[in-house]
């Protein structure tokens, strides 16, 4: 059983920073893939940057150049520093975490951006 608990979102300025965090608990060192999606209001939950089981990174198009994922093994934390936000980035963000083929989801922490 894996348990994620995302930290970090709130309301922030157009061009402003966040840093999202992800604390996993549990089975996660045969992890196939870490990573970090978003859900806006009215859309689908989209992938925004993830690593994958060989450690290569991944960012969608709208999160590159702007957001950097991290992690701290002896923390088992992920984070997503993100930068240059803007309104298109107020969604609800989810810590993903691939163990066996199984998914895991935290319960997401939402992000505004707005002036």
């Known amino acids: 059983q894996v348990q994620l608990v995302e930290s970090g979102g709130g309301l922030v300025h157009p061009g402003g920073s966040l840093r999202l965090s992800c604390a996993a608990s549990g089975s996660i060192f045969s992890a196939n893939a870490m990573g970090w999606f978003r859900q806006a209001p009215g859309k689908q939950r989209e992938l925004v940057a993830r690593?994958?089981?060989?450690?290569?990174?991944y960012y969608s198009s709208s999160a590159k150049g702007r957001f950097t994922i991290s992690r701290d093994n002896a923390k088992n934390t992920v984070y997503l520093q993100m930068n240059s936000l803007n309104a298109a980035d107020t969604a609800v963000y989810y810590c993903?975490?691939?163990?066996?083929?199984?998914?895991?989801w935290g319960k997401g922490t939402l992000v505004t951006v707005s002036s």
């Open positions: 993903n975490v691939v163990v066996y083929g199984v998914n895991y």
């Open positions: 690593f994958t089981n060989s450690g290569d990174t």
